[in-house]
């Protein structure tokens, strides 16, 4: 056992390793063709001409690099496009420079990809001092906002010179909104639309949807002016326009005068708005076509256009790299504080076959990194920051591609042209090759054969009709079966031609599916064939393992000690025998008990009886006493053995007198039971005594600590009263007075 074990180790191993070595092969064997094969990732194309075994498809060119390389396929022949450097078509490094800023590098750079192969590269970033911004002041203007006008006006200049300390060139810009001047939104009646406060004390601007109050300039005090002028308008419901503002104020990128620099929008309100659809409640029903429609007096009356959605508004914003800060009354002095804080690096227009995912740095925290569809980093100032930047493919590109990868709110981004490698580089196809029969152009190892010819090596001539090729693979197809050459072979000219261990006409035997026997296909002592083992050197049985030797089966000089065969080198015994060389008896008692019973019986017993009953052993009767192995009716033992000679021997003697056993044992169990039971009553009675006797005596001392006492219950009432007469009293006061003597 131990030394098949020891066989079977190294088999294991070495099929576990192959398993490891080509366990992509499901992955990879599914592709005909070399341009196939390396779309998938991690596999290779063989083009080694003479690669194939026979009955082997073009299929089987496309594995794993380990795997070809095991099968002995040449280095220089494996096809396995790596990683392609990327090409820095313009890399400046980073700078403040007024005449040159960088601040986003690199600028363009083109890339090769391989499908299902992630490409890295680093995008870094830094913020240069003193770089120009454009920051545009978005104010909602209805009467919710009342209470907040004034400090909104007095921080619109702490917002001016929070901005200078950050860069010298500032321009700022000034807008309000209120909502749609029509119902339901805006009153229509007469006095409410000059006056649209909701009491007749104030005194209130007619509503509008959007104004440019004060386009991008770089003079503070025109700010300053615009920004107090302002007066507090309203309307009937609580959302306002201000996604028709917003849409307004990226949109006109002329008359709002925006430039090519850090842009920044601040949105402020106290309230929601309305978005796509809303509109319709007051019968506009065309969606929002993202023009400019501010009149030449900078105002937008939002009558021919609905709402647009917040989407919308998002892309907008995007594609005009504007970054938008939403700002509530109670907190809008820090998110003003933190204007340029947040970093986020995000792409557009990225083929749909790519994916494109980052992982940030920020600050030198590497520990933090994870892909994510944007990078984004915050609490950012002058830091320089890295982004890693994951490129992968999940198809091929018709035609190399360019997308951008921008930074929200600054008008610099990275170009990035991407191709993908989707065809083999196997040189010049050769026409007409010896390979393919001069019948086809060999390319990558593979043969294309010429119109007229078929097979892997294009060595079958096709026939006029039509279908002449149906046919012919037909004739590689078993009866009723779909299989063409059992999935074993390949069909070629209509005859199978079977891949490594398979055979027959249909390629249907496997030669490798006979059993295995101390770790080797039919016992190593013959061969496979159709799945069955066809045994040499007059080895016999399923997997060759009968030997035709007997050495093993002799004892001494008798063949399975006369009671058995020899099969296969080992002893098959007679019925009534055991062991390796039958030489053990089974129930060997029961075997001769007939045969004891015989010899016996009273008087002389018949002599052919007993041959009978006895098997014709060797019966012989001992001297005198003896206690043999077996008994029988508890007056005779006997022994039965093999001799040398192969036959039974048995031996009988009387039994030695000696008291019954079983009796003894419940004699002596029985007393000994009794005898517990009564030591436990007798502990049990001493124990109780003595429990006994301690509370006597706990009683007697007891009865001595106590002091008795009369005492009356208090409670007590007696049976009886006695009354006096107070007269009857008296009376014999003085009659006692009376009989006292005088003296």
Request: aromatic share 6%; hydrophobic share 30%; glycine share 6%.
């Amino acid at each position: 056992m131990m030394k098949a074990v020891l066989i079977a180790l190294p088999v294991l191993f070495y099929c576990l390793e192959q398993r490891f070595i080509l366990g992509k092969e499901p992955l990879c064997q599914s592709h005909s063709s070399c341009s196939e094969c390396i779309r998938s990732p991690g596999c290779a194309w063989c083009r080694q001409m003479d690669f194939l075994k026979p009955g082997e498809s073009n299929e089987r060119r496309c594995d794993s690099p380990e795997a070809l390389k095991a099968r002995r396929c040449k280095e220089d022949h494996v096809i396995n496009p790596g990683e392609h450097p990327l090409t820095y078509v313009k890399n400046s490094d980073l700078s403040s420079d007024r005449e040159n800023v960088v601040q986003l590098k690199p600028q363009n750079i083109n890339i090769t990809l391989r499908v299902g192969v992630p490409h890295e590269f680093t995008v870094e970033f830094k913020r240069a001092k003193g770089y120009p911004i454009d920051l545009y002041y978005l104010m909602d203007l209805s009467y919710s906002m009342k209470d907040d006008l004034e400090q909104i006006k007095t921080l619109g200049q702490k917002i001016l010179k929070k901005l200078k300390d950050i860069t010298e060139t500032v321009r700022i810009g000034f807008g309000s909104f209120v909502d749609k001047e029509m119902l339901p939104y805006v009153s229509q009646v007469k006095s409410r639309r000059q006056n649209p406060c909701p009491n007749r004390i104030d005194t209130c601007q007619p509503a509008f949807s959007f104004k440019n109050v004060l386009p991008l300039t770089q003079n503070a005090r025109d700010f300053e002016r615009e920004v107090s002028k302002q007066k507090i308008s309203g309307n009937l419901d609580a959302p306002e326009a201000g996604l028709d503002a917003i849409m307004q104020a990226v949109v006109c990128q002329d008359k709002i005068r925006w430039g090519d620099v850090t842009r920044i929008l601040v949105y402020t309100s106290d309230d929601t708005f309305h978005m796509a659809g809303d509109g319709r409640l007051g019968g506009v029903f065309q969606p929002h076509n993202g023009q400019c429609h501010l009149s030449d007096q900078g105002s937008y009356n939002g009558k021919a256009y609905d709402y647009p959605s917040v989407g919308h508004v998002s892309r907008v914003l995007q594609d005009n790299n504007i970054q938008l800060i939403f700002a509530v009354t109670e907190d809008i002095y820090p998110a003003y504080k933190n204007l340029s804080s947040t970093l986020v690096l995000e792409q557009e227009g990225a083929p749909k076959e790519l994916d494109v995912s980052y992982a940030s740095t920020c600050k030198g925290n590497q520990a933090d990194i994870e892909w994510k569809t944007k990078g984004e980093c915050q609490n950012i100032k002058h830091e320089k920051i890295t982004f890693q930047v994951r490129l992968n493919a999940s198809a091929c590109l018709k035609e190399p591609q360019t997308f951008r990868i921008k930074m929200q709110g600054i008008n610099e981004e990275v170009k990035i042209t991407v191709d993908t490698e989707c065809h083999c580089n196997c040189g010049v196809p050769e026409k007409d090759s010896k390979h393919c029969n001069s019948s086809g152009t060999l390319s990558c190892g593979v043969c294309s054969c010429d119109e007229g010819y078929l097979g892997q090596r294009c060595e079958c001539v096709q026939q006029s009709d039509a279908d002449s090729t149906a046919n012919m693979v037909a004739s590689c197809r078993p009866d009723n079966s779909l299989l063409v050459c059992s999935e074993h072979g390949t069909c070629e000219c209509g005859k199978c031609v079977c891949q490594g261990q398979f055979s027959g006409k249909f390629c249907e035997c496997d030669d490798n599916s006979c059993e295995y026997r101390n770790g080797f296909l039919c016992n190593g002592k013959g061969r496979c064939k159709c799945g069955k083992c066809i045994c040499s050197n007059n080895y016999t049985g399923s997997a060759c393992d009968c030997s035709p030797r007997q050495d093993k089966c002799f004892n001494d000089k008798w063949l399975c000690s006369g009671q058995g065969k020899c099969n296969c080198n080992r002893c098959q015994c007679n019925p009534g025998f055991k062991g390796e060389h039958c030489s053990v008896l089974i129930n060997d008692c029961m075997l001769l008990k007939d045969c004891v019973a015989c010899h016996m019986e009273v008087g002389i017993p018949d002599t052919n009886v007993c041959a009978i009953r006895c098997l014709n052993a060797t019966v012989s009767r001992l001297e005198g006493t003896h206690e043999l192995h077996c008994t029988y009716q508890d007056t005779v033992s006997y022994d039965v053995k093999l001799g040398d000679d192969g036959k039974i021997v048995l031996q009988y003697a009387d039994l030695p007198r000696s008291v019954d056993k079983t009796t003894l044992i419940i004699s002596i169990s029985v007393s000994g039971i009794i005898l517990i039971g009564i030591i436990i009553i007798i502990i049990y009675r001493c124990l109780v005594e003595l429990y006994d006797i301690r509370e006597y005596q706990n009683f007697v001392k007891a009865q001595k600590q106590t002091e008795w006492k009369e005492v009356q219950n208090p409670l007590f009432k007696g049976a009886t009263t006695t009354v006096y007469n107070p007269l009857h009293m008296k009376h014999d006061e003085n009659e006692k007075e009376l009989s006292e003597p005088i003296i």
